[in-house]
């Protein structure tokens, strides 16, 4: 098959001077940041979903995309010629990852029988384009929100047999994950939430859900899959009200079931908005529980407030992402998955470039700017000088277990009024701008 994008280039660094728009102006894969390359720290993942099956419809309106490779094609003809397409952008951008549902990367078959085929004759493909490219799967996961059987959920279904349906599709797609060496996998909860309470019994529900990823948690092992697991939490769209609603929601989730040995957080910056909170929040939140796993990069609109998932290029969100990241010890097994789609008005196939591109650069611009911000000390220095009323006397006794409130009332009435200092925040954000 000749080459969808031949007049592409691999997309090299050029530096921060560079006019070419098909060029990295921050992004340098073997500059040391830390002492460890860009490459390893930001482990950039481009998504199938997006970036083969995104066509640009909204609510109102059908496809914009102009995807020359699909002329004529549907089904699994279809599906097959997006393959070799896909892995020539992630080739060309120099992404060391991918990630996909099983049915973006092929059709659902008119049983579950002919997906499973469907899906292993992709497989195949993507196997040997991995073997070709290096391209590897940072996760893979099973879509189970756009079958009209997952209308009331799959693991929350009121219906025992939708939940059969979801544990043999993700059974499926735990093997094909494993089969291609994947480093993670998964569980967007799509439709596992509700849209009425009228009609719901919420905490059969939320029984089902944890069952449901215990079922899982076994089959990786029955199979040797050890890739790590992850929970992506979201606190609505489609449904009114998502069980894993935020980072803290799957936390307390993945205690009071179990699990929380057994999966850790893929945080989205969109889903973390769309909850109220901010990407760095979220992110603390999972760092903070030893629970940071990975991240879907991308950003929404403030004017529109749904799950855009737009291109991140906001040098601030990267930066506090990169901070956030750089605190926990860096990614492990998870990465910078861009789940993030080109805008309907962005149509042209070189759009899927620039997009990348972009999101790759503001990545790396974060992490430089994050880097410099920690080398440079102050703000850490700050945070830590403010809380050193713990470091010794009352404050360290408190921390060590070795206070009772009797103690406390004794230090209180011989402290008096306690004396605080301002919390700075003008001067921190000047501080920042230093930087970026
Ligand atoms: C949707 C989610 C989804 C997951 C994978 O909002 O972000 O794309 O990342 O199922
Ligand atoms: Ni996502
Ligand atoms: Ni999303």
Not at 26 to 39: F, I, K, P, Q, T
Not at 276 to 299: F, K, P, R, W, Y
Not at 318 to 340: E, P
Request: net charge negative.
């Amino acid at each position: 098959m000749p080459a969808a994008f031949p007049a592409v280039p691999k997309i090299s660094y050029e530096g921060p001077h560079s006019k070419n728009p098909l060029a990295f102006k921050h992004y340098n894969a073997d500059e040391l940041v830390e002492g460890r390359s860009m490459r390893d720290h930001l482990r950039f993942s481009v998504v199938y979903w997006h970036t083969m099956c995104g066509n640009g419809t909204d609510m109102f309106g059908w496809g914009t995309a102009q995807r020359p490779w699909e002329a004529g094609l549907s089904g699994i003809d279809l599906a097959k010629a997006r393959v070799p397409v896909f892995f020539e952008i992630c080739e060309k951008l120099g992404a060391p990852y991918y990630a996909f549902h099983d049915r973006d990367v092929a059709p659902h078959g008119k049983n579950l029988k002919q997906s499973n085929q469907y899906l292993d004759t992709i497989t195949k493909l993507l196997k040997a384009q991995q073997k070709k490219t290096g391209v590897k799967l940072l996760w893979g996961t099973a879509q189970l929100f756009a079958h009209p059987r997952y209308a009331h959920g799959a693991a929350t279904s009121c219906s025992a047999d939708v939940f059969a349906y979801a544990a043999a599709q993700v059974k499926k797609a735990l093997e094909v994950t494993h089969e291609l060496g994947g480093e993670g996998y998964t569980f967007w909860g799509g439709r596992e939430g509700y849209s009425t309470l009228w009609n719901t019994n919420m905490k059969r529900e939320l029984e089902h859900l944890a069952k449901f990823l215990h079922l899982a948690v076994a089959y990786a092992k029955e199979i040797g899959f050890k890739g790590q697991f992850y929970i992506e939490p979201k606190p609505k769209e489609p449904t009114k009200h998502q069980y894993d609603s935020d980072a803290a929601a799957c936390l307390n989730f993945l205690r009071e079931y179990d699990l929380i040995d057994h999966l850790k957080l893929n945080l989205e910056t969109n889903h973390a908005t769309l909850a109220g909170h901010s990407m760095q929040h979220e992110m603390e939140v999972a760092g903070a529980a030893g629970a940071l796993g990975s991240i879907d990069a991308n950003t929404g609109d403030l004017m529109l407030g749904w799950d855009t998932d737009q291109f991140p290029t906001d040098i601030y969100l990267t930066t506090q992402c990169m901070l956030s990241m750089l605190k926990y010890g860096g990614f492990t097994t998870g990465g910078v998955n861009f789940d993030a789609k080109v805008r309907r008005e962005s149509f042209e196939p070189i759009d899927l470039f620039h997009a990348h591109i972009g999101g790759m650069d503001a990545f790396a611009r974060g992490l430089k700017i994050a880097a410099a911000i920690r080398a440079d000390g102050r703000l850490a220095d700050f945070v830590e000088n403010r809380y050193r009323s713990w470091d010794a006397g009352i404050g360290k006794d408190i921390e060590k277990g070795k206070t009772s409130f009797k103690q406390l009332e004794a230090h209180a009435l011989k402290q008096g009024e306690p004396e605080l200092e301002s919390g700075r925040q003008e001067y921190l954000e000047n501080l920042i701008n230093e930087f970026i």
